[in-house]
């Protein structure tokens, strides 16, 4: 384990390392208990560097074997070793190899850093800080080095040997039972990008023919039995090679494309140069063990690694505090592809939920922290929605302000100019800004200021001058760190919709930047005037969600109900009736702590009705706009004192409400359901989405076949979206045949541990009085694993992040088993641990009594006799 004891690195301490590494050789010999990796690096000063500056090399619990430099082993008083560092002094002043010998217990690995052994392969993760797990090395993302591998193992134990870049060698050992293989990557790489694999695996096949022509081969790697759930991804890599090109011009590199599955892995997955190495869960997918979700997310996934490799690879990261500069552009463009690939707005509306449920609360609590932070003690933790989703939302903002053919002219420039470096935000938008003569300095703000800004918009109408008066107002609030802040540059789409409908365009605008239908706010407040209107238009404002903002537009109840019928936006039209909803369910929620009885607005119940029987409506987009905010949306818009049984009672009287008034509507929908084989497609799935939720919705009606339609739902489902959606409601219902159709499904799936997962998950997120019981025993079910990273979240993760009254039980008893998770997961893998603890972010939020108790297990947590880096800095900074 990492040393505990953590210094904060800071941005403005940047300075380039001393010394390049422009080769790296590596010898690995694997062995379950022993693997022995021979490192050469050919060393050399970088311009500056005084003669005699020692060489420091980062490690990390490595057991140090040998140490020679250009042949000749080091004498003890050249070097100098600690659990974190390799020190050698009287470096020689000219260019040497340094050969280091380091020995690892793959098997014991349990962290998944480094090099480690999943379900007996062997793989790597070596983003962030990993390779120093495997060899002492200049450990950071700026120094650029051509590696060449081989791999050494028993062939019986790993007949699949794959590295980096291109098989050059390969070949038996005579007369022992190992075989080698050695791989050769061209490209300059830094460390982080290393990845190898060894193991027993089986693979599919394909090629791809790139824009020059040059044939790619593509091969996935499962383990045996499962290549029949690699066609999914194979055909969403090629979409996504083709896609890259078309719309980026970006052409793939190398001759092999590979990509591994594994069982055991922290993350989603890794863009190691021609390496890809996936959790299982975003490879593996058929009809009967995958849902639509996971189709989508597959795509998505697959797409984002494969365009790493131009947003990552080719140009990375000059440090880590740059990390949005790869993973902002490229879940940019992942959004992108799969909008392309899909229905846009539905695409949208998806990608803005997931921001605000899990960006937006992060951005308002105490890790609340810039899309590209100053400074972090553990770079495992800036892994952030803030700066995957938020960073993406930023260069939204960037092609909406420069337009399509800037933004391209700018990625063009970009591509150009860094092509082969380790960059900074400021090089990355010094190209945009350049290649459309645009000053984007106040721009830069948004990489550089935390929390999400409020924006109040009030506004007047004056029937005898035909004018609209809005009066614009930003700030954000104050946070830890950042006690004010200055005003942002928004885009902000807007629509003045007249009464029949239409957009009514005005004849001028003053007090704002105007770009067709986009108004630039620049200021703290901003008087913004619409001339030449007849009558007054209703505001449809922050169209497309054009900025990650929280718009505050005081709109009546009328004006958002008209906006949900009418706007020609579609994203307004499906926030309309989210806001709208969600006003009336606060306001039930604080009905309810007042003990006051709960009816539900029959206006609203009325317009959702419209929504489910709009068959001009794409039936995708109805699923959506037929979901009620979350609890957890509700929460956060509640902002403090919150009481999460009183938000469940609110949200559940509305949804008995439109499940009792439209009951026939929903019991016809819910059999409207594609027909023939079974396709993952956007419109078939987005038909499995909208009978789905009208099953959910004929739960809530009250009608008295409820559990024979569900029981029934489930024994005819052919696919696992369907499946998983009836026994859900079962499950959550709390109804009798939950018990038996749970068995049945543990019987069809229990060899399939994706589908098991979704199995803990429908038990762990069951807000049943006894579902935090359930849960502590569901941890001793043979099946769960703590070793496992998927299972753990599917469990215990789902319970704290989807289960919110039963984990902020008044009693204290959830936040309790939660805590005692993360201390016991925090030995085992501290990436795991400290991404469960960050459930607690919100905790000074919750009314006193539920807050003084999640504070406790806080303080607890923070004195467990032992915790890892990882956990120690998100408990730290939660309770500062
Ligand atoms: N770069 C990976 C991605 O595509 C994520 C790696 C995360 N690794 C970590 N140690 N946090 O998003
Ligand atoms: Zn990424």
């Given at each position: 384990m990492r040393p505990e004891t953590a210094v904060a690195i800071r941005l403005e301490d940047y300075a380039s390392a001393p010394y390049r590494i422009d080769t790296v050789d590596l010898d690995i010999q694997l062995n379950p208990r022993a693997a022995t990796i021979t490192a050469r690096l050919a060393i050399s000063r970088q311009d500056g560097t005084p003669e005699g500056t020692d060489l420091v090399l980062d490690g990390d619990a490595l057991e140090l074997f040998g140490l020679a430099i250009d042949g000749l082993p080091l004498t003890q008083d050249r070097y100098t070793v600690t659990p974190d560092k390799l020190t050698l002094n009287e470096v020689p002043t000219h260019p040497f190899v340094l050969e280091i010998v380091t020995r690892i217990n793959p098997d014991a690995n349990t962290e998944l850093m480094g090099l480690y052994r999943s379900s007996g392969t062997y793989c790597t993760q070596c983003e962030a800080e990993g390779f120093r797990c495997i060899t002492y090395f200049l450990d950071r993302p700026d120094v650029l080095s051509v590696y060449t591998t081989?791999?050494?193992?028993?062939?019986?134990?790993?007949?699949?040997?794959?590295?980096?870049?291109?098989?050059?060698?390969?070949?038996?050992?005579?007369?022992?039972?190992?075989?080698?293989?050695?791989?050769?990557?061209?490209?300059?790489?830094?460390?982080?990008?290393?990845?190898?694999?060894?193991?027993?695996?089986?693979?599919?096949?394909?090629?791809?023919?790139?824009?020059?022509?040059?044939?790619?081969?593509?091969?996935?790697?499962?383990?045996?039995?499962?290549?029949n759930r690699c066609a999914w991804a194979m055909d969403s890599l090629k979409r996504s090679m083709k896609w890259d090109e078309e719309v980026f011009g970006c052409e793939y590199d190398l001759d092999i494309f590979n990509i591994v599955a594994v069982s055991d892995f922290n993350m989603g997955a890794m863009e190691n140069k021609g390496l890809n190495i996936f959790n299982d869960k975003y490879v593996l997918a058929d009809p009967e063990t995958a849902t639509d979700q996971d189709y989508a997310n597959i795509e998505a996934v697959i797409a984002h690694e494969y365009f790493h490799n131009w947003t990552g690879n080719r140009i990375t990261c000059r440090d880590w505090f740059q990390l949005c500069l790869k993973e902002g552009l490229t879940v940019f463009r992942d959004q992108e592809f799969s909008s392309n690939m899909r229905s846009r707005p539905v695409k949208r509306i998806s990608d803005v939920r997931l921001l605000k449920s899990h960006?937006?609360?992060?951005?308002?609590?105490?890790?609340?922290?810039?899309?590209?932070?100053?400074?972090?003690?553990?770079?495992?933790?800036?892994?952030?929605?803030?700066?995957?989703?938020?960073?993406?939302?930023?260069?939204?903002?960037?092609?909406?302000?420069?337009?399509?053919?800037?933004?391209?002219?700018?990625?063009?420039?970009?591509?150009?100019?860094?092509?082969?470096?380790?960059?900074?935000?400021?090089?990355?938008?010094?190209?945009?800004?350049?290649?459309?003569?645009?000053?984007?300095?106040?721009?830069?703000?948004?990489?550089?200021?935390?929390?999400?800004?409020?924006?109040?918009?009030?506004?007047?109408?004056?029937?005898?001058?035909?004018?609209?008066?809005?009066?614009?107002?930003?700030?954000?609030?104050?946070?830890p760190g950042q006690p004010s802040s200055d005003p942002s540059v928004i885009p902000l789409r807007f629509g003045l919709i007249g009464p029949n409908g239409d957009d009514m365009p005005p004849s001028s605008v003053t007090g704002a930047k105007v770009q067709g239908d986009v108004l630039i706010l620049e200021d703290k407040t901003q008087s913004v005037t619409f001339s030449g209107l007849p009558s007054k238009p209703v505001l449809s404002l922050l169209r497309g969600f054009s900025a990650p903002v929280q718009l505050e537009a005081h709109q009546s109840a009328d004006d958002l109900l008209f906006l949900a019928r009418q706007d020609c936006d579609p994203f307004n039209r499906w926030q309309a009736l989210q806001t709208r909803a969600t006003q009336d369910l606060i306001s039930l929620a604080a009905k309810a702590v007042a003990n006051q009885p709960l009816k539900a607005d029959p206006q609203l119940v009325d317009a959702f009705g419209d929504v489910l029987t709009n068959e001009d409506l794409d039936p995708a987009f109805r699923a959506l706009a037929l979901q009620l905010p979350s609890e957890a949306d509700l929460a956060r818009d509640t902002g403090m004192n919150v009481d999460p049984d009183a938000i469940s009672a609110a949200r559940s009287t509305l949804r008995k409400a439109l499940g009792s008034a439209h009951a026939n509507a929903f019991k016809s929908a819910m059999s409207n359901r594609p027909t023939g084989t079974f396709s993952p497609d956007a419109?078939?799935?987005?038909?499995?989405?909208?009978?789905?939720?009208?099953?959910?919705?004929?739960?809530?009606?009250?009608?008295?076949?409820?559990?024979?339609?569900?029981?029934?739902?489930?024994?005819?489902?052919?696919?696992?979206?369907?499946?998983?959606?009836?026994?859900?409601?079962?499950?959550?219902?709390?109804?009798?045949?939950?018990?038996?159709?749970?068995e049945a499904f543990r019987k069809r799936h229990e060899d399939t541990s994706l589908a098991m997962d979704k199995w803990f998950m429908v038990q762990a997120t069951a807000a049943l009085a006894d579902g935090l019981e359930r849960v502590k025993a569901l941890t001793a079910h043979p099946l769960f694993d703590f070793a496992n990273p998927n299972r753990v979240r599917s469990l215990v993760h789902a319970f704290a992040t989807g289960n919110p009254t039963q984990f902020a039980r008044i009693d204290g008893s959830g936040f309790e088993f939660v805590a005692d998770n993360v201390i016991a997961i925090d030995q085992r893998n501290p990436q795991v641990a400290s991404r469960l603890l960050t459930c607690f972010r919100s905790w000074r939020a919750y009314e006193k009594t539920r807050s003084a108790h999640a504070e406790a297990q806080l303080l607890r947590i923070s004195s467990a006799e032992k915790l890892s880096r990882d956990s120690r800095d998100i408990v730290e900074r939660c309770l500062q």
């Amino acid at each position: 384990m990492r040393p505990e004891t953590a210094v904060a690195i800071r941005l403005e301490d940047y300075a380039s390392a001393p010394y390049r590494i422009d080769t790296v050789d590596l010898d690995i010999q694997l062995n379950p208990r022993a693997a022995t990796i021979t490192a050469r690096l050919a060393i050399s000063r970088q311009d500056g560097t005084p003669e005699g500056t020692d060489l420091v090399l980062d490690g990390d619990a490595l057991e140090l074997f040998g140490l020679a430099i250009d042949g000749l082993p080091l004498t003890q008083d050249r070097y100098t070793v600690t659990p974190d560092k390799l020190t050698l002094n009287e470096v020689p002043t000219h260019p040497f190899v340094l050969e280091i010998v380091t020995r690892i217990n793959p098997d014991a690995n349990t962290e998944l850093m480094g090099l480690y052994r999943s379900s007996g392969t062997y793989c790597t993760q070596c983003e962030a800080e990993g390779f120093r797990c495997i060899t002492y090395f200049l450990d950071r993302p700026d120094v650029l080095s051509v590696y060449t591998t081989r791999i050494e193992a028993r062939k019986g134990e790993a007949p699949v040997l794959l590295g980096n870049g291109n098989l050059i060698q390969s070949g038996d050992l005579p007369g022992t039972d190992r075989h080698f293989a050695v791989w050769h990557d061209p490209h300059p790489k830094p460390s982080y990008l290393f990845a190898m694999v060894a193991g027993d695996l089986a693979h599919v096949a394909d090629t791809f023919v790139t824009s020059s022509g040059r044939e790619v081969d593509l091969k996935i790697y499962v383990e045996h039995g499962r290549e029949n759930r690699c066609a999914w991804a194979m055909d969403s890599l090629k979409r996504s090679m083709k896609w890259d090109e078309e719309v980026f011009g970006c052409e793939y590199d190398l001759d092999i494309f590979n990509i591994v599955a594994v069982s055991d892995f922290n993350m989603g997955a890794m863009e190691n140069k021609g390496l890809n190495i996936f959790n299982d869960k975003y490879v593996l997918a058929d009809p009967e063990t995958a849902t639509d979700q996971d189709y989508a997310n597959i795509e998505a996934v697959i797409a984002h690694e494969y365009f790493h490799n131009w947003t990552g690879n080719r140009i990375t990261c000059r440090d880590w505090f740059q990390l949005c500069l790869k993973e902002g552009l490229t879940v940019f463009r992942d959004q992108e592809f799969s909008s392309n690939m899909r229905s846009r707005p539905v695409k949208r509306i998806s990608d803005v939920r997931l921001l605000k449920s899990h960006q937006f609360p992060e951005d308002a609590g105490p890790l609340a922290h810039p899309v590209r932070p100053r400074k972090y003690t553990e770079i495992n933790n800036f892994y952030t929605a803030t700066v995957y989703e938020k960073g993406a939302e930023v260069v939204r903002m960037l092609k909406t302000l420069l337009g399509p053919d800037g933004f391209r002219k700018g990625m063009d420039l970009y591509f150009e100019r860094h092509d082969g470096e380790a960059t900074t935000i400021e090089a990355f938008l010094a190209c945009f800004s350049e290649a459309t003569s645009t000053d984007l300095g106040q721009f830069a703000r948004w990489y550089e200021q935390a929390g999400t800004p409020q924006v109040d918009v009030k506004s007047q109408y004056n029937a005898a001058s035909g004018d609209l008066t809005l009066e614009i107002n930003q700030m954000i609030s104050p946070l830890p760190g950042q006690p004010s802040s200055d005003p942002s540059v928004i885009p902000l789409r807007f629509g003045l919709i007249g009464p029949n409908g239409d957009d009514m365009p005005p004849s001028s605008v003053t007090g704002a930047k105007v770009q067709g239908d986009v108004l630039i706010l620049e200021d703290k407040t901003q008087s913004v005037t619409f001339s030449g209107l007849p009558s007054k238009p209703v505001l449809s404002l922050l169209r497309g969600f054009s900025a990650p903002v929280q718009l505050e537009a005081h709109q009546s109840a009328d004006d958002l109900l008209f906006l949900a019928r009418q706007d020609c936006d579609p994203f307004n039209r499906w926030q309309a009736l989210q806001t709208r909803a969600t006003q009336d369910l606060i306001s039930l929620a604080a009905k309810a702590v007042a003990n006051q009885p709960l009816k539900a607005d029959p206006q609203l119940v009325d317009a959702f009705g419209d929504v489910l029987t709009n068959e001009d409506l794409d039936p995708a987009f109805r699923a959506l706009a037929l979901q009620l905010p979350s609890e957890a949306d509700l929460a956060r818009d509640t902002g403090m004192n919150v009481d999460p049984d009183a938000i469940s009672a609110a949200r559940s009287t509305l949804r008995k409400a439109l499940g009792s008034a439209h009951a026939n509507a929903f019991k016809s929908a819910m059999s409207n359901r594609p027909t023939g084989t079974f396709s993952p497609d956007a419109a078939n799935a987005g038909q499995r989405a909208l009978a789905n939720q009208a099953l959910g919705y004929y739960a809530a009606s009250g009608e008295n076949d409820i559990e024979a339609v569900l029981t029934n739902a489930f024994d005819r489902a052919d696919n696992m979206t369907d499946l998983i959606a009836a026994l859900t409601l079962l499950v959550h219902d709390g109804l009798p045949s939950a018990e038996q159709r749970l068995e049945a499904f543990r019987k069809r799936h229990e060899d399939t541990s994706l589908a098991m997962d979704k199995w803990f998950m429908v038990q762990a997120t069951a807000a049943l009085a006894d579902g935090l019981e359930r849960v502590k025993a569901l941890t001793a079910h043979p099946l769960f694993d703590f070793a496992n990273p998927n299972r753990v979240r599917s469990l215990v993760h789902a319970f704290a992040t989807g289960n919110p009254t039963q984990f902020a039980r008044i009693d204290g008893s959830g936040f309790e088993f939660v805590a005692d998770n993360v201390i016991a997961i925090d030995q085992r893998n501290p990436q795991v641990a400290s991404r469960l603890l960050t459930c607690f972010r919100s905790w000074r939020a919750y009314e006193k009594t539920r807050s003084a108790h999640a504070e406790a297990q806080l303080l607890r947590i923070s004195s467990a006799e032992k915790l890892s880096r990882d956990s120690r800095d998100i408990v730290e900074r939660c309770l500062q």
